[in-house]
């Protein structure tokens, strides 16, 4: 069965151009709110369970989880949901294992960011170190929100792909860099019931009544490989799920929802609320990229399956609010991103190295300008690469491979050290360009290999192998047992 194409009318045009202004209004309004860095960058450190959880999923069930997942979906089948599964599995594990520690230690050392706690627990040279990894990160996941808002743009529309990714660029970071993260607590909260009301409630339902309606059913008219767990082919499965989980331990955004928290329960229960979540959404958009095989076989490119389900079989004003629940995706993993970033350079680069003596009101500003230049950046990035779930595999591996072994073990292993940590950390980001060029111009078969594997892997040898060989400083033991003793002191009175 075939589908002309429809357009977008009238109505979902006032509802999208609403949700836009709607967003930029709530970054200005935001804005006012804001005395100081804290109220910037972590939003007054009293965010309640709901909000984090708000936080959560908007940080990490973006633009690339829905849009990512159904495109693969599209193409493999029922084993792309192996991407959110993973993200899921990571909420849960980080919950129980990192969040009460994190809100322990940051309510002693009063830090920002993560680099400030790495720097706190080790030295200068490895928190430094930590916010090169942190920024480029930060710099690739906001590419990839970027990309998937251009592709939803661009069906919409019918407009130019670089009119779109230009317009995609322009409203985040606008609404962003003057909001902080009360602005994106505002717009994640709303973004979310948007995206579960739109994606879920409502694009999933019609999509099997579509299929009714064609005489077409999933399970028997797909071919048999679109069930296949391991379709996506278990070495990318595997590297993918690691990397997915270690970055929870490493993303900067993830200390910043801790840190931002009001007490040690709310930052355990907002991180597992929103782990529930993430299952119903890795479901849908599966469900979604499979329908959308048997409804629309022919798409040119799979990145835009649910953009083309809505547009062509779904009736006007509902291809406007699921339109605006998938862009509300896009929009709120972009806009953590940016500001983990802007957060990192501002604090640990400028306030640091440039001016530590900088006031309130002009590190403030600085954050604006900061956040400007983070979204300029990732646009480049994103504008050079337009393929979501490469960018988001090297950007996973840059964050993850280092920095995880480094960050857990310092909260509960006295014996890991500074040396050791900055040998991982500056190994595992060379290994991982290195791998990340090597595949782009290269036909030799050691780049095929996922990057997670050299990087992780020879940057875990050196730190384990330099931590039982190193022998402890006095400045070392100091900074260990301060360290340990901040953490259990502050438990033990919460």
């Known amino acids: 069965m075939r589908y002309g194409v429809d357009s977008l009318n009238y109505l979902d045009i006032i509802i999208i151009i609403l949700y836009f202004a709607g967003m930029i209004f709530l970054g200005f309004f935001a804005q006012r709110k804001q005395k100081n860095a804290d109220d910037y960058y972590v939003g007054g450190r009293s965010m309640g369970s709901v909000k984090l959880a708000a936080l959560w999923m908007a940080g990490w069930i973006g633009g690339s989880s829905v849009i990512g997942t159904s495109s693969n979906a599209y193409d493999m089948g029922i084993s792309a949901v192996w991407y959110v599964f993973t993200i899921a599995v990571g909420c849960v594990v980080f919950a129980f294992v990192m969040a009460g520690p994190i809100k322990n230690v940051s309510e002693k050392i ?26 480029l990160a930060m710099i690739g996941y906001t590419a990839a929100q970027f990309v998937a808002g251009a592709a939803i743009l661009n069906v919409l529309t019918g407009w130019n792909l670089g009119m779109c990714y230009i317009i995609a660029v322009i409203v985040i970071v606008l609404y962003v860099s003057t909001g902080g993260l009360l602005a ?94 993430v299952f119903v959404i890795a479901s849908a958009s599966t469900y979604l990229g499979m329908g959308g095989k048997l409804l629309l076989p022919n798409l040119t490119s799979s990145n835009n399956v649910i953009a083309e389900l809505v547009l062509k079989l779904l009736p006007h004003g509902i291809k406007g609010l699921i339109l605006v629940g998938v862009l509300s995706a896009i929009m709120s993993t972009a ?26 009101k002009k590190l403030l500003k600085m954050g604006f300008g900061c956040s400007l230049l983070i979204g300029v950046l990732g646009a480049v990035f994103g504008w050079y690469n337009q393929d979501i779930m490469n960018i988001l595999l090297i950007t996973f591996t840059i964050n993850s491979a280092g920095l995880f072994l480094p960050t857990v073990c310092g909260f509960f292993w006295k014996k890991s050290c500074s040396s050791a940590s900055l040998v991982s950390m500056i190994s595992a980001t060379i290994i991982a360009v290195v791998w990340y060029v090597g595949k782009a111009v290269s036909e030799l078969a050691i780049f095929r290999i996922d990057a997670l594997w050299p990087a992780f892997g020879v940057s875990a040898l050196l730190y384990l192998i330099i931590c039982l060989t190193h022998k402890q400083t006095g400045e070392e033991t100091e900074r260990a047992e301060r360290f340990f003793a901040e953490r259990k002191s502050q438990a033990s009175s919460v």
């Open 184 to 277: 994106v607590t505002y717009t994640d909260m709303a973004q979310m019931i948007l995206l579960l009301v739109g994606v879920v409630v409502v694009a999933v339902p019609l999509t099997g009544v579509k299929l009714a309606e064609a005489g077409m059913s999933i399970t028997r008219d797909l071919p048999s490989r679109y069930f296949d767990l391991g379709g996506w082919g278990w070495s990318t499965i595997i590297a993918l799920a690691i990397s997915t989980i270690l970055s929870f331990f490493t993303s900067m955004d993830s200390f910043t929802r801790c840190i931002a928290a009001k007490d040690e329960k709310s930052a355990k229960r907002g991180t597992i609320y929103a782990a529930a979540a």
């Open 335 to 360: 806009d953590i991103s940016i500001l983990t970033a802007s957060a990192s350079l501002t604090r640990d680069i400028y306030q640091k190295y440039v001016n530590p003596q900088v006031n309130e």
């Open 110 to 135: 009063h830090n920002i960011t993560l680099p400030e706690l790495i720097a706190a627990r080790y030295d200068n040279k490895c928190g430094t170190m930590c916010s090169v990894t942190t920024i």
